[in-house]
């Protein structure tokens, strides 16, 4: 759910930082924005049946969404969401002016604010971009100038909650550099957390190849993590408030799909299908 703006009172987008890590572009999906877009009505997959550790869990319940593809646990009263993933490169030869967002956050679901942090693989034209952000929607989204991103980092991200305010913390665990900023959100109803590859609606979906969630694949501790009033651990430890997202088309072709959790409860991937 990316809804850019340039100018913010903190806007860092357009600082001396971005253009000095992006050749002084601003990418395309951020001058022209998005749509508004969280997690689209869910309808039953049908026969695929969620996995945790290989395996089937008849109470994951798996959906399909035209944007969203990973894993949410629902719940109530959530405090913290942790996630980790490795950027994948985009092929940009079959698919100018692409999208893919890769983040974790609280709310969504089923609600109607999300606050969230990830990193972008997008395809400006037919040039590679990457780049992290954050979001407490329906505020606009912003770009974190500050923390490069290329293929290959080890990025870990969080969202927080302290009774009033709403904390997100992003770090290129391969350069060291990181950021964390707040804000209150009212009408958060903290029943949901996420760990999702996203399509930008207002571009078609980039060929991300595969990307991975998780500690078994970026040794990022406590990672994909959540915590609300009855839950605390990794995907896992939620059994049956565990939600799987596939991503299709309009006309139901599937988009992309994420893997089965592993076997420790923490980690899996997404995997890109088709535009």
Not at 51 to 73: C, E, L, P
Not at 204 to 225: K, M, Q, R, S, W
Request: aromatic share 12%; net charge negative.
């Amino acid at each position: 759910m990316r809804l850019f703006r340039i100018m913010l009172p903190f806007a860092i987008a357009t600082s001396p930082l971005w253009a000095q890590a992006h050749g002084g572009a601003v990418p395309k999906s951020l001058i022209e924005g998005e749509s508004p877009g969280q997690h689209g009505p869910r309808k039953p997959y049908g026969p695929r049946s969620g996995q945790i550790g290989g395996k089937s869990i008849s109470d994951v319940k798996t959906f399909m969404s035209n944007n969203w593809s990973g894993y949410a646990v629902i719940g109530s009263d959530f405090t913290q969401v942790r996630g980790s993933w490795i950027v994948p490169a985009v092929d940009c030869s079959g698919a100018a002016n692409s999208s893919v967002s890769f983040w974790v956050g609280i709310d969504g679901w089923s609600s109607s604010t999300v606050e969230q942090t990830g990193t972008d693989s997008d395809c400006d034209g037919l040039t590679p971009t990457y780049y992290a952000w954050y979001q407490f929607y329906p505020r606009l989204g912003v770009t974190i100038a500050s923390v490069s991103v290329k293929p290959g980092d080890q990025m870990s991200a969080s969202v927080y909650y302290d009774g009033a305010k709403f904390f997100i913390e992003m770090t290129n665990q391969s350069t060291g550099e990181s950021y964390g900023t707040s804000w209150e959100v009212p009408g958060a109803e903290r029943n949901s957390a996420e760990w999702i590859a996203e399509l930008n609606r207002s571009y078609g979906l980039a060929d991300f190849g595969t990307v991975p969630f998780g500690v078994d694949f970026t040794g990022v501790n406590e990672t994909n993590t959540a915590a609300d009033a009855t839950a605390s651990g990794p995907i896992g430890a939620f059994e049956k408030q565990v939600q799987e997202s596939v991503m299709v088309s309009d006309r139901n072709v599937l988009l992309a799909s994420p893997s089965s959790i592993s076997a420790d409860g923490t980690s899996f991937t997404v995997t890109w299908m088709s535009r």
